[in-house]
Protein backbone atom coordinates (compact mmCIF):
# COMPACT_ATOMS: atom_id res chain seq x y z
CA UNK A 1 0.00 0.00 0.00
CA UNK A 2 1.03 3.34 -0.80
CA UNK A 3 1.38 7.01 1.36
CA UNK A 4 -2.25 7.74 2.29
CA UNK A 5 -1.64 11.22 2.21
CA UNK A 6 -1.26 10.53 -1.49
CA UNK A 7 -3.82 8.04 -2.54
CA UNK A 8 -6.51 9.92 -0.88
CA UNK A 9 -6.08 13.04 -2.97
CA UNK A 10 -5.26 11.07 -5.91
CA UNK A 11 -7.39 12.21 -9.25
CA UNK A 12 -9.72 9.42 -10.40
CA UNK A 13 -7.06 9.21 -13.71
CA UNK A 14 -4.43 8.55 -11.12
CA UNK A 15 -6.43 5.98 -9.57
CA UNK A 16 -7.40 4.28 -12.60
CA UNK A 17 -4.00 3.67 -13.73
CA UNK A 18 -2.85 2.71 -10.34
CA UNK A 19 -5.51 0.23 -10.15
CA UNK A 20 -4.36 -0.91 -13.94
CA UNK A 21 -0.83 -1.69 -13.15
CA UNK A 22 -1.73 -3.42 -9.68
CA UNK A 23 -4.10 -5.73 -11.03
CA UNK A 24 -2.03 -6.63 -14.04
CA UNK A 25 0.41 -7.69 -12.02
CA UNK A 26 -1.29 -9.60 -9.19
CA UNK A 27 -2.75 -11.56 -12.49
CA UNK A 28 0.37 -12.34 -14.47
CA UNK A 29 3.20 -12.45 -11.31
CA UNK A 30 0.98 -13.71 -8.37
CA UNK A 31 -2.10 -15.87 -9.65
CA UNK A 32 -1.01 -17.15 -12.47
CA UNK A 33 2.22 -18.17 -10.93
CA UNK A 34 1.57 -18.96 -7.44
CA UNK A 35 -2.04 -18.97 -6.89
CA UNK A 36 -3.06 -23.12 -7.02
CA UNK A 37 -6.83 -22.23 -7.45
CA UNK A 38 -6.66 -19.39 -10.23
CA UNK A 39 -3.85 -20.55 -11.93
CA UNK A 40 -5.75 -24.03 -12.56
CA UNK A 41 -8.71 -21.79 -13.37
CA UNK A 42 -6.60 -19.91 -15.72
CA UNK A 43 -5.61 -23.40 -17.77
CA UNK A 44 -9.36 -24.97 -17.47
CA UNK A 45 -10.78 -21.84 -18.98
CA UNK A 46 -8.28 -20.46 -21.62
CA UNK A 47 -7.57 -17.22 -19.79
CA UNK A 48 -4.17 -15.93 -21.03
CA UNK A 49 -3.14 -13.39 -18.19
CA UNK A 50 -0.95 -11.22 -20.67
CA UNK A 51 -4.14 -10.58 -22.56
CA UNK A 52 -5.33 -8.56 -19.26
CA UNK A 53 -4.14 -5.31 -19.71
CA UNK A 54 -6.38 -3.44 -17.02
CA UNK A 55 -9.51 -3.53 -14.77
CA UNK A 56 -11.62 -2.80 -17.82
CA UNK A 57 -10.99 -6.64 -18.49
CA UNK A 58 -12.29 -7.67 -15.58
CA UNK A 59 -15.79 -8.77 -16.30
CA UNK A 60 -13.60 -11.27 -18.69
CA UNK A 61 -13.08 -13.50 -15.81
CA UNK A 62 -15.24 -15.43 -13.42
CA UNK A 63 -16.81 -14.66 -10.09
CA UNK A 64 -15.43 -16.21 -6.90
CA UNK A 65 -18.34 -17.61 -4.93
CA UNK A 66 -18.29 -17.78 -0.98
CA UNK A 67 -19.02 -21.68 -1.46
CA UNK A 68 -16.19 -22.05 -3.01
CA UNK A 69 -12.97 -20.88 -0.44
CA UNK A 70 -15.16 -23.85 2.41
CA UNK A 71 -13.65 -27.24 3.04
CA UNK A 72 -14.80 -29.90 1.34
CA UNK A 73 -15.58 -33.33 3.02
CA UNK A 74 -13.16 -34.65 1.43
CA UNK A 75 -10.57 -32.27 1.54
CA UNK A 76 -10.40 -29.80 4.45
CA UNK A 77 -7.87 -28.60 3.27
CA UNK A 78 -9.35 -26.69 0.01
CA UNK A 79 -8.91 -23.36 1.32
CA UNK A 80 -5.29 -23.09 0.94
CA UNK A 81 -5.88 -23.37 -2.86
CA UNK A 82 -6.78 -19.88 -2.28
CA UNK A 83 -3.07 -18.88 -0.56
CA UNK A 84 -0.04 -17.90 -2.61
CA UNK A 85 2.96 -20.37 -2.67
CA UNK A 86 5.86 -19.24 -1.31
CA UNK A 87 8.83 -17.72 -3.78
CA UNK A 88 12.33 -19.77 -3.77
CA UNK A 89 14.70 -17.74 -2.45
CA UNK A 90 16.30 -17.69 -6.22
CA UNK A 91 13.24 -16.46 -7.79
CA UNK A 92 14.19 -12.99 -6.42
CA UNK A 93 17.59 -13.00 -8.10
CA UNK A 94 16.10 -13.96 -11.62
CA UNK A 95 13.63 -11.54 -11.40
CA UNK A 96 13.75 -9.06 -14.85
CA UNK A 97 13.79 -5.75 -13.09
CA UNK A 98 11.87 -3.91 -15.96
CA UNK A 99 8.21 -3.14 -14.06
CA UNK A 100 8.17 0.21 -12.67
CA UNK A 101 5.16 0.74 -10.73
CA UNK A 102 4.86 4.33 -9.35
CA UNK A 103 8.22 4.96 -11.24
CA UNK A 104 9.76 2.13 -8.63
CA UNK A 105 11.59 -0.42 -10.02
CA UNK A 106 10.29 -3.96 -9.13
CA UNK A 107 12.74 -6.41 -7.59
CA UNK A 108 10.71 -9.99 -7.68
CA UNK A 109 9.11 -11.15 -4.83
CA UNK A 110 10.33 -11.07 -1.12
CA UNK A 111 9.55 -14.74 0.07
CA UNK A 112 9.52 -13.57 3.84
CA UNK A 113 6.09 -11.60 2.27
CA UNK A 114 4.57 -14.88 1.73
CA UNK A 115 4.88 -17.10 5.12
CA UNK A 116 2.21 -17.37 6.94
CA UNK A 117 1.51 -15.54 10.10
CA UNK A 118 -1.74 -15.65 11.58
CA UNK A 119 -5.11 -17.01 10.67
CA UNK A 120 -8.35 -14.87 10.67
CA UNK A 121 -12.36 -16.46 9.98
CA UNK A 122 -15.18 -14.40 8.82
CA UNK A 123 -17.93 -13.59 11.11
CA UNK A 124 -20.26 -16.88 9.99
CA UNK A 125 -22.68 -14.44 10.20
CA UNK A 126 -25.58 -15.98 7.42
CA UNK A 127 -22.94 -19.19 6.71
CA UNK A 128 -19.92 -21.02 7.52
CA UNK A 129 -16.85 -19.00 8.92
CA UNK A 130 -14.36 -18.65 5.99
CA UNK A 131 -10.66 -19.09 6.94
CA UNK A 132 -8.19 -16.40 5.66
CA UNK A 133 -4.63 -16.20 6.27
CA UNK A 134 -2.39 -13.59 6.62
CA UNK A 135 1.24 -13.07 5.94
CA UNK A 136 3.03 -10.64 7.69
CA UNK A 137 2.78 -8.12 4.55
CA UNK A 138 -1.07 -8.21 4.76
CA UNK A 139 -0.65 -7.37 8.59
CA UNK A 140 1.21 -4.55 7.89
CA UNK A 141 -1.75 -3.61 5.62
CA UNK A 142 -4.04 -4.22 8.19
CA UNK A 143 -2.43 -1.97 10.26
CA UNK A 144 -2.04 0.56 7.12
CA UNK A 145 -5.82 0.06 6.55
CA UNK A 146 -6.82 1.05 10.44
CA UNK A 147 -4.26 3.62 10.41
CA UNK A 148 -6.08 5.19 7.01
CA UNK A 149 -9.75 4.27 8.67
CA UNK A 150 -8.76 6.11 11.95
CA UNK A 151 -7.71 9.49 9.85
CA UNK A 152 -11.34 9.38 7.88
CA UNK A 153 -13.26 8.96 11.39
CA UNK A 154 -10.76 12.22 12.82
CA UNK A 155 -9.32 10.05 15.62
CA UNK A 156 -5.61 10.49 17.09
CA UNK A 157 -3.39 9.58 20.15
CA UNK A 158 -5.72 12.06 22.38
CA UNK A 159 -8.88 9.92 21.51
CA UNK A 160 -9.48 7.56 24.52
CA UNK A 161 -11.93 4.46 23.50
CA UNK A 162 -12.97 1.45 24.60
CA UNK A 163 -12.89 -1.56 22.15
CA UNK A 164 -16.07 -3.31 22.93
CA UNK A 165 -15.94 -5.51 19.00
CA UNK A 166 -16.11 -9.16 20.05
CA UNK A 167 -12.52 -10.42 20.91
CA UNK A 168 -12.47 -13.39 18.00
CA UNK A 169 -9.64 -14.51 15.68
CA UNK A 170 -11.39 -11.98 13.45
CA UNK A 171 -10.06 -8.77 11.40
CA UNK A 172 -12.77 -6.27 12.34
CA UNK A 173 -11.02 -6.98 16.29
CA UNK A 174 -7.81 -7.29 15.46
CA UNK A 175 -7.73 -3.97 13.08
CA UNK A 176 -9.10 -1.88 16.09
CA UNK A 177 -6.71 -2.52 18.19
CA UNK A 178 -3.76 -2.26 15.89
CA UNK A 179 -5.41 0.89 14.69
CA UNK A 180 -5.26 2.47 18.25
CA UNK A 181 -1.49 0.99 18.83
CA UNK A 182 -0.09 2.64 15.79
CA UNK A 183 -1.87 5.66 16.63
CA UNK A 184 -1.44 5.82 20.04
CA UNK A 185 -4.55 6.15 21.05
CA UNK A 186 -5.36 5.02 25.11
CA UNK A 187 -7.56 2.46 24.29
CA UNK A 188 -8.98 -0.41 26.30
CA UNK A 189 -9.49 -3.99 24.53
CA UNK A 190 -12.41 -5.06 26.25
CA UNK A 191 -13.35 -7.80 23.90
CA UNK A 192 -16.88 -7.27 24.20
CA UNK A 193 -19.26 -9.51 26.04
CA UNK A 194 -18.11 -12.38 25.59
CA UNK A 195 -15.08 -11.42 27.55
CA UNK A 196 -15.75 -8.49 30.02
CA UNK A 197 -19.71 -8.17 29.88
CA UNK A 198 -21.85 -5.46 29.32
CA UNK A 199 -21.49 -4.25 32.88
CA UNK A 200 -18.24 -3.82 33.36
CA UNK A 201 -17.58 -2.11 30.39
CA UNK A 202 -20.03 0.32 30.96
CA UNK A 203 -17.92 0.54 34.23
CA UNK A 204 -14.70 0.80 32.28
CA UNK A 205 -15.88 3.79 30.13
CA UNK A 206 -17.44 5.86 33.27
CA UNK A 207 -13.85 5.09 35.31
CA UNK A 208 -11.42 5.91 32.11
CA UNK A 209 -13.87 9.05 31.49
CA UNK A 210 -13.45 7.42 27.64
CA UNK A 211 -15.44 9.79 25.12
CA UNK A 212 -15.18 6.73 22.22
CA UNK A 213 -17.52 3.28 22.61
CA UNK A 214 -16.40 1.13 19.78
CA UNK A 215 -19.08 -1.94 19.20
CA UNK A 216 -21.93 -3.53 16.84
CA UNK A 217 -24.88 -1.80 16.36
CA UNK A 218 -26.76 -4.14 18.15
CA UNK A 219 -24.62 -3.95 21.02
CA UNK A 220 -24.26 -0.43 20.86
CA UNK A 221 -27.89 0.22 21.29
CA UNK A 222 -28.25 -1.97 24.14
CA UNK A 223 -25.68 -0.47 26.04
CA UNK A 224 -26.87 2.80 25.66
CA UNK A 225 -30.92 1.52 27.20
CA UNK A 226 -29.30 -0.14 29.79
CA UNK A 227 -26.82 2.21 30.84
CA UNK A 228 -28.90 3.78 33.41
CA UNK A 229 -29.96 0.34 34.71
CA UNK A 230 -26.31 -0.48 35.96
CA UNK A 231 -26.55 3.16 37.63
CA UNK A 232 -23.55 4.24 35.15
CA UNK A 233 -22.96 8.27 33.86
CA UNK A 234 -22.26 8.90 29.74
CA UNK A 235 -21.38 11.98 31.19
CA UNK A 236 -18.07 11.87 28.88
CA UNK A 237 -19.16 10.00 26.23
CA UNK A 238 -18.78 11.60 22.62
CA UNK A 239 -18.96 9.52 19.90
CA UNK A 240 -20.55 6.30 19.13
CA UNK A 241 -18.31 4.29 16.46
CA UNK A 242 -19.98 0.63 15.02
CA UNK A 243 -19.25 -1.82 12.50
CA UNK A 244 -19.20 -5.53 12.00
CA UNK A 245 -23.34 -5.68 11.61
CA UNK A 246 -26.07 -3.95 9.82
CA UNK A 247 -26.63 -0.54 10.79
CA UNK A 248 -28.69 1.51 8.66
CA UNK A 249 -29.16 5.41 9.11
CA UNK A 250 -32.08 3.98 11.52
CA UNK A 251 -29.77 2.79 13.91
CA UNK A 252 -27.33 5.95 13.74
CA UNK A 253 -30.57 8.36 13.79
CA UNK A 254 -31.41 5.93 17.15
CA UNK A 255 -28.33 5.69 18.81
CA UNK A 256 -28.48 9.56 18.54
CA UNK A 257 -31.74 10.18 20.06
CA UNK A 258 -30.40 7.45 22.68
CA UNK A 259 -27.17 9.65 23.49
CA UNK A 260 -29.57 12.59 24.40
CA UNK A 261 -31.49 10.68 26.13
CA UNK A 262 -28.84 9.61 28.56
CA UNK A 263 -27.02 12.99 28.68
CA UNK A 264 -23.96 12.10 26.61
CA UNK A 265 -21.27 14.82 25.92
CA UNK A 266 -22.03 14.55 22.25
CA UNK A 267 -24.05 12.66 20.52
CA UNK A 268 -21.76 11.59 16.96
CA UNK A 269 -22.15 8.76 15.85
CA UNK A 270 -20.09 7.05 12.35
CA UNK A 271 -19.96 3.68 10.91
CA UNK A 272 -17.34 1.51 9.75
CA UNK A 273 -17.86 -1.75 7.06
CA UNK A 274 -15.97 -4.68 8.14
CA UNK A 275 -15.47 -6.88 4.89
CA UNK A 276 -13.78 -10.45 5.66
CA UNK A 277 -13.15 -10.73 2.13
CA UNK A 278 -11.30 -7.83 1.65
CA UNK A 279 -8.91 -8.39 5.04
CA UNK A 280 -9.72 -5.01 6.53
CA UNK A 281 -12.44 -2.53 6.95
CA UNK A 282 -13.26 1.07 5.78
CA UNK A 283 -14.67 4.01 7.92
CA UNK A 284 -17.36 6.69 6.85
CA UNK A 285 -15.96 10.44 7.40
CA UNK A 286 -19.83 11.31 8.51
CA UNK A 287 -22.79 9.04 7.86
CA UNK A 288 -24.76 8.36 4.35
CA UNK A 289 -21.15 10.08 2.97
CA UNK A 290 -19.92 6.51 2.04
CA UNK A 291 -17.54 4.06 3.48
CA UNK A 292 -13.66 5.31 2.34
CA UNK A 293 -12.04 2.86 0.23
CA UNK A 294 -8.26 1.79 -0.16
CA UNK A 295 -7.50 1.88 -3.74
CA UNK A 296 -4.23 0.31 -3.45
CA UNK A 297 -5.33 -2.46 -1.94
CA UNK A 298 -8.90 -3.40 -2.71
CA UNK A 299 -10.44 -3.18 -6.38
CA UNK A 300 -14.07 -2.72 -5.63
CA UNK A 301 -17.00 -3.95 -8.03
CA UNK A 302 -20.84 -3.24 -7.92
CA UNK A 303 -23.08 -5.88 -9.74
CA UNK A 304 -26.57 -6.74 -10.20
CA UNK A 305 -26.84 -9.30 -7.63
CA UNK A 306 -29.12 -11.43 -10.09
CA UNK A 307 -27.08 -11.21 -13.47
CA UNK A 308 -23.81 -10.54 -12.23
CA UNK A 309 -23.20 -8.08 -14.61
CA UNK A 310 -21.80 -4.65 -13.77
CA UNK A 311 -24.40 -1.46 -12.73
CA UNK A 312 -23.96 2.25 -13.06
CA UNK A 313 -21.66 4.64 -10.65
CA UNK A 314 -24.41 4.99 -7.51
CA UNK A 315 -27.17 2.22 -8.62
CA UNK A 316 -27.39 -0.62 -6.01
CA UNK A 317 -25.57 -4.13 -6.00
CA UNK A 318 -23.64 -6.57 -4.86
CA UNK A 319 -19.86 -5.72 -3.67
CA UNK A 320 -17.61 -7.74 -5.29
CA UNK A 321 -13.72 -7.24 -3.96
CA UNK A 322 -10.39 -8.27 -5.75
CA UNK A 323 -7.05 -7.96 -4.28
CA UNK A 324 -4.36 -5.91 -5.54
CA UNK A 325 -2.00 -5.63 -2.85
CA UNK A 326 -2.08 -8.90 -0.80
CA UNK A 327 -0.52 -12.23 0.18
CA UNK A 328 -1.98 -15.01 2.01
CA UNK A 329 -5.23 -15.76 0.77
CA UNK A 330 -6.16 -14.02 -2.48
CA UNK A 331 -9.38 -13.33 -3.87
CA UNK A 332 -10.51 -12.58 -7.91
CA UNK A 333 -13.83 -10.88 -8.01
CA UNK A 334 -15.01 -12.51 -4.80
CA UNK A 335 -19.04 -12.20 -4.50
CA UNK A 336 -19.13 -11.01 -1.05
CA UNK A 337 -23.25 -11.72 -0.60
CA UNK A 338 -23.18 -7.55 0.68
CA UNK A 339 -26.16 -5.46 -1.12
CA UNK A 340 -24.48 -1.85 -1.34
CA UNK A 341 -27.94 0.37 -1.46
CA UNK A 342 -26.09 3.30 -2.83
CA UNK A 343 -23.68 1.74 -5.18
CA UNK A 344 -19.81 2.60 -5.72
CA UNK A 345 -19.22 6.50 -6.71
CA UNK A 346 -15.73 7.62 -7.69
CA UNK A 347 -16.62 11.21 -7.26
CA UNK A 348 -14.44 13.48 -4.46
CA UNK A 349 -16.52 12.73 -1.17
CA UNK A 350 -18.29 15.98 -0.51
CA UNK A 351 -17.57 16.39 3.17
CA UNK A 352 -13.49 15.50 3.26
CA UNK A 353 -12.42 16.16 0.04
CA UNK A 354 -10.76 12.79 -0.06
CA UNK A 355 -11.34 11.11 -3.64
CA UNK A 356 -10.86 7.31 -3.09
CA UNK A 357 -14.06 5.82 -4.28
CA UNK A 358 -16.74 5.46 -1.82
CA UNK A 359 -19.40 2.43 -0.99
CA UNK A 360 -22.90 4.60 -0.57
CA UNK A 361 -25.79 3.60 1.62
CA UNK A 362 -26.83 0.96 3.72
CA UNK A 363 -24.63 -2.81 3.49
CA UNK A 364 -27.94 -5.40 3.77
CA UNK A 365 -27.69 -9.06 3.38
CA UNK A 366 -28.87 -10.99 0.03
CA UNK A 367 -29.22 -13.87 2.51
CA UNK A 368 -31.77 -12.22 4.54
CA UNK A 369 -34.09 -12.01 1.42
CA UNK A 370 -36.51 -15.47 1.59
CA UNK A 371 -38.89 -16.71 -0.55
CA UNK A 372 -41.80 -17.75 1.22
CA UNK A 373 -44.67 -19.93 0.22
CA UNK A 374 -48.30 -18.85 1.14
CA UNK A 375 -51.39 -20.45 0.99
CA UNK A 376 -51.72 -18.49 -2.87
CA UNK A 377 -48.32 -19.07 -4.04
CA UNK A 378 -44.45 -18.32 -3.40
CA UNK A 379 -43.75 -14.68 -1.56
CA UNK A 380 -40.78 -12.58 -1.07
CA UNK A 381 -40.04 -11.97 2.20
CA UNK A 382 -37.23 -9.04 2.93
CA UNK A 383 -35.25 -9.38 6.08
CA UNK A 384 -33.01 -6.42 5.73
CA UNK A 385 -36.41 -3.95 5.51
CA UNK A 386 -37.66 -6.16 8.94
CA UNK A 387 -34.51 -5.38 11.21
CA UNK A 388 -34.58 -1.65 9.35
CA UNK A 389 -37.79 -1.40 11.34
CA UNK A 390 -36.96 -3.25 14.48
CA UNK A 391 -34.02 -0.87 14.94
CA UNK A 392 -35.94 2.64 14.37
CA UNK A 393 -38.54 1.76 16.89
CA UNK A 394 -37.72 3.12 20.43
CA UNK A 395 -40.03 1.18 22.40
CA UNK A 396 -37.81 -2.86 21.68
CA UNK A 397 -34.97 -3.65 23.35
CA UNK A 398 -34.26 -6.84 21.80
CA UNK A 399 -36.31 -9.30 19.37
CA UNK A 400 -35.65 -12.13 17.15
CA UNK A 401 -38.02 -13.58 14.32
CA UNK A 402 -38.41 -17.29 13.18
CA UNK A 403 -39.61 -18.64 10.59
CA UNK A 404 -41.24 -22.13 10.37
CA UNK A 405 -42.84 -24.66 8.26
CA UNK A 406 -46.84 -24.81 9.00
CA UNK A 407 -47.99 -27.61 7.12
CA UNK A 408 -48.10 -26.32 3.28
CA UNK A 409 -46.96 -23.28 4.43
CA UNK A 410 -44.68 -21.00 5.85
CA UNK A 411 -44.86 -19.23 9.39
CA UNK A 412 -43.27 -16.20 11.27
CA UNK A 413 -42.93 -16.19 14.75
CA UNK A 414 -41.64 -12.76 16.22
CA UNK A 415 -40.28 -12.94 19.63
CA UNK A 416 -39.57 -9.54 21.28
CA UNK A 417 -38.77 -7.54 24.60
CA UNK A 418 -39.90 -4.14 25.03
CA UNK A 419 -37.49 -0.68 26.80
CA UNK A 420 -38.39 -0.88 30.50
CA UNK A 421 -41.65 0.88 31.10
CA UNK A 422 -43.45 0.15 27.87
CA UNK A 423 -46.45 -1.31 27.75
CA UNK A 424 -46.50 -4.85 26.46
CA UNK A 425 -49.45 -5.35 25.50
CA UNK A 426 -49.53 -1.92 23.11
CA UNK A 427 -46.10 -3.45 21.97
CA UNK A 428 -47.21 -6.49 20.53
CA UNK A 429 -50.54 -5.39 18.65
CA UNK A 430 -48.71 -2.35 17.61
CA UNK A 431 -45.96 -4.81 16.23
CA UNK A 432 -48.00 -6.84 14.82
CA UNK A 433 -50.01 -4.23 13.35
CA UNK A 434 -47.32 -2.81 11.66
CA UNK A 435 -45.97 -6.34 10.10
CA UNK A 436 -48.87 -7.61 8.94
CA UNK A 437 -48.46 -4.78 6.08
CA UNK A 438 -45.08 -6.51 5.10
CA UNK A 439 -45.98 -10.17 4.89
CA UNK A 440 -48.24 -12.24 3.42
CA UNK A 441 -47.85 -15.50 5.49
CA UNK A 442 -49.42 -16.57 9.10
CA UNK A 443 -47.79 -13.97 11.99
CA UNK A 444 -47.64 -14.44 15.31
CA UNK A 445 -45.44 -11.72 17.77
CA UNK A 446 -45.51 -12.68 21.58
CA UNK A 447 -42.60 -11.37 24.65
CA UNK A 448 -40.57 -12.73 26.18
CA UNK A 449 -37.56 -12.40 29.36
CA UNK A 450 -34.88 -10.17 28.53
CA UNK A 451 -32.19 -13.28 29.25
CA UNK A 452 -34.62 -16.05 27.20
CA UNK A 453 -34.07 -13.13 24.06
CA UNK A 454 -30.31 -12.20 24.77
CA UNK A 455 -29.48 -15.73 24.88
CA UNK A 456 -30.92 -16.52 22.25
CA UNK A 457 -29.45 -14.25 19.75
CA UNK A 458 -26.34 -14.67 21.23
CA UNK A 459 -25.93 -10.93 22.57
CA UNK A 460 -23.15 -11.46 24.83
CA UNK A 461 -21.55 -14.79 22.75
CA UNK A 462 -21.72 -14.34 19.60
CA UNK A 463 -19.69 -11.65 17.33
CA UNK A 464 -22.88 -9.92 16.72
CA UNK A 465 -26.48 -10.84 17.42
CA UNK A 466 -28.34 -13.70 15.23
CA UNK A 467 -32.05 -11.87 15.01
CA UNK A 468 -33.64 -13.97 12.20
CA UNK A 469 -33.63 -17.65 12.14
CA UNK A 470 -35.03 -19.85 9.08
CA UNK A 471 -36.11 -23.41 10.97
CA UNK A 472 -37.16 -24.85 7.72
CA UNK A 473 -33.93 -27.03 6.94
CA UNK A 474 -33.84 -28.45 10.91
Known amino acids: MQAWNKVSRMPAAAIKKMQ ?37 DISNLPFTEKEDLLPREADLRHPKKFVLEVPSEGEQKGKKKGFALFGKKDTGPVPSDYKFHTLYFSAGRTGKPVPFEYTHHDLRNLKEAGTRAFDVLGLTRDDTMINAFTYAPSAFFWQMFYSTVETGSTALQAGGGKVLGMEKILKAMDNMEAPVLV ?22 LERVITGIDYAPMEAVEKMR ?86 GLVTEPCP ?20 DLHSGEGPVRFDGNRLRKMMIARDDVLVWYLEINRDGNQDALNLVVKGVSGSDEGELLKSLEQELKKEVAVPLTVESATLDAVANKIGLEKFITEQVIFDNRNH
Open 257 to 342: RLMETVGANDKRVQRMYFLAEAKSGWAECEPDYGYHTNPDHIFVEIVDPESGAAVGEGEAGEVVITHLDSRGTVLLRCRTGDIATG
Open 215 to 236: CAPGYAIFALQTLEHFGFSAGN
Open 20 to 56: DELFTKMIREELAVRHPYYRELFKESNINPDQIKGVE
Open 351 to 370: NCKRTVPRIMGDIERKAYYF
